[in-house]
């Protein structure tokens, strides 16, 4: 229930990013040919069901997993959309707010399975956290052209060289995270 509680949010989230983005997906070659940039779909057929997934994931999680779980599938939501999907053509910071969202869904799950949030719940989203920035920074660097035509603020357009040292930074951080879980007695030093 909780994953497929997730996956609706999930689906919504990208929904409403879609409906935002149809004029600034046309300009770009990754995503030219999504269904709303191609008139296969209506905005308002997405958005109706953006909203029936959102409104449907929160009570099942809510009714079915726990309050908390909502919680946080909710909050995850609002922040891609209202916060995340908005900044990327404002700033840089949006790599960072897509970050946390990134980090979210470990939270969800481990809520999900205990009803609560330990220390192992904030040592796999900081893992997921840390790891975005070498994920993300390094496909948007050869997404360049496109994030520029399109106008969006991406570091690797705007600022490249701290692209690549965040990247780094990040990187390094994942083995901090890494070695934290056996400290925090989540997991044995295998792990790290």
């Known amino acids: 229930i909780a994953s497929l509680g997730t996956a609706m949010a999930s689906a919504a989230a990208n929904s409403i990013n879609q409906v935002l983005e149809v004029p600034f997906d046309s300009q770009m070659n990754r995503t030219k040919n999504r269904v709303l940039v191609r008139g296969h779909l209506s905005p308002l057929h997405a958005a109706t069901f953006a909203a029936a997934m959102a409104g449907s994931s929160t009570l099942l999680l809510y009714l079915l997993v726990n309050p908390v779980t909502a919680a946080l599938s909710f909050a995850n939501l609002v922040l891609y959309t209202c916060i995340y999907t908005p900044m990327k053509r404002v700033s840089i910071l949006n790599t ?7 980090a979210v869904p470990p939270l969800i799950g481990w809520s999900a399975a205990t009803g609560g949030l330990e220390p192992g719940a904030f040592v796999l989203a900081g ?31 705007t600022h490249p060289g701290l692209c690549k040292r965040v990247a780094l930074r990040h990187s390094v951080s994942c083995i901090a995270i890494c070695t934290a879980a056996p400290l925090l007695d989540v997991t044995t030093w295998a792990f790290a």
Request: charged share 10%; net charge positive; hydrophobic share 45%.
């Open 96 to 102: 960072w707010v897509g970050s946390v969202v990134g």
């Open 127 to 157: 893992i997921l956290y840390a790891w975005q920035f070498p994920h993300f920074n390094s496909l948007s660097w050869n997404l360049r052209p496109d994030y520029s035509k399109a106008g969006y603020r991406m570091m690797s357009v």
